[in-house]
């Protein structure tokens, strides 16, 4: 095992990040920080519509039959701008991909037929899966063939999403629409009374750019993909200037005068966003993750970067008919400080609640931890011989050099992050347990740091044997080499 030190290095930018003082270990894992995206803006080629003129699409649910559920992975030309096709790569030709509803505790077998002209890596973002179904980078589905993945699902109800994770190439694939929801509910959840039906709605937000034909846009710096990466510009990411909820840009839904769950997915390959509505709404957070927090938590702003869920309850009910509310991205103004608008159109009956108490979590304890472990993700000089030049690591390390450690099945461990400028930082198989609202514990797949923040998760080390991904869910850092292996023994 190697014994990471915490090192400063310089790279093509944020160098001066790197010295931040560190923030103290803390427990505002969901309060944001008010600064933006670490990234580049990539201008559209098109006019974009007016905001809140297009119907918000709900994608087509899915249910597993026999416990079996089939996706296709293909091309398609789409309408996402009012006039123009676009083309993407979605499964079952969507975007966002349908949206498998599945219970926790029973298996799920996933058929992927891939009908691409690529190499495509499916993944279930949240799940607890056997190494050997878990997207492996490198483990891909080559074009023409079909692959059953497996899911035991032996964990709680939680909003998860799928999408690609083929190696290297995970941001230019998802970008172009590989990634879709995958809502597990159980009994616990079911008997709380939240909304349901018609009014539990996922919202899949993510920013694109569009080129001049209305295609996605995408800085490849290889078209081809002779090799990866994205021009030099976009090493920090890529933001694009149009804000999609479930694949249309910036849409409407009507709502009846009553009570919603939404669960708010960022699929931005790059983007946060610091979520708000105004007519005095709010959003009570009912859920992150992996799944329902101990009590409801009524939050005015919510702070979401990518591969961050938020499972909300959005109230209506009291609004007049004709009201509008419209949810914007407090981190950003013009274009990407839009996101969607609900109209209230219509009073109606509801029996949903939101109970004071939703859940029970096992809180951690700390004295139990067996090994800290420091994890460093920063620019570095490493990743050359792959890349060329200075590359996002994790201690200065990348996936090619081995383990960047093993961890023991049926321990506790204690993971120090610190970062130079932001990084979403999510690890494959295992879940964060952190401090959540009034010092209750919650649980996390994805933790959002700071430039030059420091953190601590404790992670149970539970489900599988095997060798597991620890990367930057920022697409372009995971891309270039923000991403190293681990393995459970
Ligand atoms: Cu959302 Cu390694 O994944
Ligand atoms: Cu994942
Ligand atoms: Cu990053």
Known sequence: MMSPTRRTFLGLSGAAAVTAVLAAVGSDWFTGNGTGSHGALLPSRVPLPEPFTTALPIPREITPTDGVVDLVARRSAVEVLPGRTTEILGYDGTFPGPTIRARAGEPLRVRLRNE??????????????????????????????????????????????????????????????????????????????????????????????????????????????GRPGVELRYHGGLLGDCVLVNGAPWPVLEVDAARYRFRLLNASNARRYELALDQGATFTQVGTDLGLLEKPWVRSTLPLAGAERADVVVDFSDLPVGTEVTMTNRLDGGGPG???????????????????????????????????????????????????????????????????????????????????????????????????????????????????????????????????????HNLEHEDMMMMVHFSVA
């Open 338 to 472: 839009q996101v969607m608008r609900f109209r209230v159109v219509r009073t109606a009956s509801d029996d949903s609640r939101v109970p004071d108490r939703l859940s029970t979590i096992e809180r951690l304890d700390p004295g139990a931890v067996a090994v800290t472990r420091d994890l460093h993700f920063a620019l570095g000089p490493t990743g050359g011989a792959h890349h060329g030049g200075g590359m996002w690591n994790v201690n200065g390390i990348t996936f090619h050099d081995g383990d960047v450690f093993t961890s023991r099945l049926g321990t506790l461990e204690r993971w120090r992050l610190t970062t130079d400028v932001h990084h979403p930082i999510h690890a494959h198989l295992v879940g964060f347990q952190v401090e959540g609202p009034d010092g209750t514990p919650a649980w996390k797949d994805t933790v959002d740091l700071r430039p030059g923040d420091a953190r601590e998760v404790l992670v149970p080390i539970e489900g599988y044997r095997g060798q597991y991904v620890l990367h930057c």
């Open 116 to 225: 691409l002209d690529l190499d495509t890596v499916l993944h279930l973002h949240g799940g607890v899966t056997p190494p050997e179904h878990d997207g492996y980078p490198t483990d891909v589905v080559v074009p023409g063939t079909v692959r059953d993945y497996d899911y035991p699902l032996g964990q709680r109800a939680a909003p998860l999403w799928y999408h690609d994770h083929a190696m290297d190439f995970t941001g230019p694939n998802v970008y172009a629409g590989l990634a879709g929801m995958a809502l597990l509910t159980d009994d616990e959840e079911e008997a709380l009374g939240l909304p349901s039906g018609e009014r539990d709605i996922p919202l899949v937000i993510c920013d694109r750019s569009f080129d001049a034909d209305g295609a996605f846009a995408y800085p490849l710096i290889d078209p081809s993909r």
